[in-house]
């Protein structure tokens, strides 16, 4: 891992290596495959940002599942909008099913407060959130949140999928941006 990387106007410095990430999707992957036994739930991940988790993580679930993609963004640059787009994507039958939302990272949780209340609309057994980091000084709403990978401080990050104005998704490591 190098010191510093830039990405267009900004700097970053190593945060949670590629190790780390992938120890703790293992122990994610072991208590969503115990807790989920016999369910066949359907995994729903959130584009963009949540795809490099959601391969990882899918293969660390043991056991029968669904997976399906939607699109709900409320982010741009390095700062919450709190405006919420339009949900792309959500076709599937979710009646009686259990379903896994799938987030690279949560914020002010809006977007998962938001997401949670469309899919319960459609009936169906179960709704829970999986997310690799959450940022707690940074909720705005009530969520509940069963599965987080890492609890970090109110930093911007990027890498392992999340991006800064679309750079940095390739990066296998998470990166903070450095204080200036
Ligand atoms: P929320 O609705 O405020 O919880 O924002 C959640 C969305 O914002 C996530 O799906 C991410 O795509 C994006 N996001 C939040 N924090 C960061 C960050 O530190 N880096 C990159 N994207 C972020
Ligand atoms: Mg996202």
């Known amino acids: 891992m190098a010191d510093l990387i830039q990405l267009h106007d900004l700097q970053f410095q190593p945060f949670i290596s590629a190790e780390q990430i992938a120890r703790r999707i293992a122990e994610l992957g072991q208590s969503l495959s115990k807790d989920l036994e016999g369910k066949n739930p359907l995994f729903i991940a959130v584009l963009n940002g949540a795809y490099v988790f959601t391969a990882d993580l899918l293969r660390a679930f043991e056991g029968n599942c669904d997976v399906s993609f939607v699109k709900?963004?409320?982010?741009?640059?390095v700062s919450s909008t709190g405006k919420i787009n339009t949900l792309i994507g959500l076709n599937n039958e979710l009646k009686g099913r259990h379903v896994v939302l799938v987030e690279?990272?949560?914020?002010?949780?809006?977007?998962?407060?938001n997401l949670r209340i469309q899919v319960l609309e459609k009936a169906p057994a179960?709704?829970?959130?999986?997310?690799?980091?959450?940022?707690p000084e940074e909720l705005q709403v009530p969520l509940d949140l069963p599965y987080v990978g890492?609890?970090?401080?109110?930093?911007?990050?990027?890498?392992?999928?999340?991006?800064?104005?679309?750079?940095?998704?390739?990066?296998?490591d998470i990166w903070q941006l450095k204080p200036s």
């Not at 690279?104 to 809006?110: F, Q, T």
């Not at 890492?150 to 296998?172: A, K, S, T």
Request: net charge negative; proline share 6%; no cysteine.
């Open 150 to 172: 890492f609890e970090i401080p109110p930093l911007f990050v990027v890498g392992y999928g999340m991006d800064y104005n679309e750079h940095g998704r390739n990066l296998p």
């Open 72 to 77: 709900l963004a409320s982010y741009q640059g």
């Open 126 to 135: 179960s709704v829970t959130i999986v997310s690799l980091l959450v940022k």
């Open 104 to 113: 690279d990272i949560v914020d002010s949780g809006l977007t998962m407060k």
